[in-house]
C-alpha cells in the first residue's frame, strides 16, 4: 500500500527559499520517475519539476532556473528546493509519480505561501 508524506512548506517573504520533502513508501521507489505538483483553489493540479529514475530532471516554464527536484533513492524521498520565490508560488504542493491523474492515491500535500 503507498503511502505518501509531504512536508516542508510554511511561510516565507517573496525572494525566499524553502526545500520540500516527500517520503514515498510501499512501492519500489529507485525504479519510479517522481514528479512535485501544485495546485491553488479553482485550477488545476500542475505538474511543476520531475525526475525518472536515472535522474534527469524537466521543470515548468514557470520554476525554471528557480526550483530543483533531486531524489535520494536510499530513503525512498524526493526533494524540490525553491529559491528566489514569488507570491504566484503559493500553493499546495504534492509529490506523485508524473503520470498520477487526480482520482489516483495522493498524500496531504504541504502549503507553500509567499507573501509580497
Known amino acids: 500500500q503507498v503511502q505518501v508524506v509531504e512536508s516542508g512548506g510554511g511561510l516565507v517573504q517573496a525572494g525566499g527559499s524553502l526545500r520540500l520533502s516527500c517520503v514515498r513508501t510501499?512501492?519500489?521507489?529507485?525504479?519510479?520517475?517522481m514528479g512535485w505538483y501544485r495546485q491553488v483553489p479553482g485550477k488545476p493540479r500542475e505538474l511543476v519539476a520531475s525526475?525518472?529514475?536515472?535522474?534527469?530532471?524537466n521543470y515548468a516554464d514557470s520554476v525554471e532556473g528557480r526550483f530543483t527536484i533531486s531524489r535520494e533513492n536510499a530513503k525512498n524521498t524526493v526533494y524540490l528546493q525553491m529559491n528566489s520565490l514569488k507570491p504566484e508560488d503559493t500553493a499546495v504542493y504534492y509529490c506523485?509519480?508524473?503520470?498520477?491523474?487526480?482520482?489516483?492515491?495522493w498524500g496531504q500535500g504541504t502549503q507553500v505561501t509567499v507573501s509580497s
Open positions: 510501499g512501492s519500489i521507489f529507485s525504479t519510479k520517475a
Open positions: 525526475i525518472t529514475a536515472g535522474g534527469s530532471t
Open positions: 506523485n509519480v508524473p503520470w498520477a491523474v487526480i482520482t489516483d492515491y
